[in-house]
């Protein structure tokens, strides 16, 4: 019964790849979102969702795409992959109230390492 | 200057210690505060979230200084299960859509010994 879950858990790739990760929740919740988290531990919001609508675009290249779907899946594609790509990609969801998110749930991270 | 600055410590303590960390935000007009907890390897959890008046759960106590822009999270009688990072995390401004998004702290790490 995985609230949010992201598929892969780990993905190794060469520089130049394209890629994707996929995030589903089941908590029934409007928003989701992408976060990175470097080798220095911050966790930075890249992009939020908000019933399929994308609502929040952090300064992030143009070689990382979300998609939605529907609201209970957010995928994010990333092109031409770069040595510093590499870090610990971790999707969300909430329950926006009043326009403010609330507490998040985060899936288990995907690993990206590029080689 | 960070949004969301905290000492990473680590931060070595005894079984039974109390610690406190600290956290400052820089934007004022932020209206939720939040201490989250992330083991090794593993996602952000909430532990808790943090109000005006100050809150508590259990042995962990949360406050809030809005004039000093600082949050704190004081941990009594730690236990081993509680080495972690301890995430501050404060609502702040996405770009100009009127949404907000949550801002996180790089995190302290604070490893309980026997």
């Known amino acids: 019964d995985t609230a949010v879950s992201q598929t892969p858990k780990y993905l190794v790739t060469q520089m130049g790849n394209d890629k994707s990760i996929k995030c589903e929740q089941n908590?029934?919740?409007?928003?989701m979102y992408w976060y990175k988290q470097d080798s220095k531990k911050f966790l930075k919001i890249m992009f939020s969702?908000?019933?399929?609508?994308?609502?929040i675009n952090e300064t992030v290249p143009n070689r990382f795409s979300p998609k939605s779907p529907d609201k209970a899946h957010l995928n994010l594609h990333i092109n031409s992959l770069e040595l510093g790509d590499s870090a610990v990609y971790f999707c969300?969801?909430?329950?926006?109230?009043?326009?403010?998110?609330?507490?998040?749930?985060f899936g288990p991270g995907t690993r990206l390492t590029v080689t | 200057r960070k949004e969301v600055e905290q000492d990473p410590g680590p931060f070595n303590v005894p079984e039974g210690a109390t610690v406190a960390f600290n956290c400052t935000y820089s934007?004022?007009?932020?209206?939720?505060f939040f201490w989250y907890r992330q083991d090794c390897r593993k996602e952000p959890k909430l532990l808790m979230s943090?109000?005006?008046s100050g809150n508590e759960d259990g042995r962990f106590t949360a406050q809030l200084n809005r004039a000093s822009q600082y949050i704190s999270l004081l941990i009594r009688d730690s236990k081993l299960s509680d080495s972690a990072t301890y995430l501050c995390?404060?609502?702040?401004?996405?770009?100009?859509?009127?949404?907000?998004?949550?801002?996180f702290g790089s995190g302290t790490r604070l490893q309980v010994q026997p």
């Open positions: 969702y908000n019933n399929k609508e994308l609502i």
């Open positions: 995390v404060v609502n702040g401004e996405g770009p100009d859509t009127g949404r907000r998004a949550l801002t």
């Open positions: 908590l029934g919740h409007d928003t």
């Open positions: 969300a969801s909430s329950q926006e109230i009043y326009r403010d998110p609330y507490e998040q749930y």
């Open positions: 943090v109000y005006s």
């Open positions: 934007n004022s007009a932020s209206q939720s």
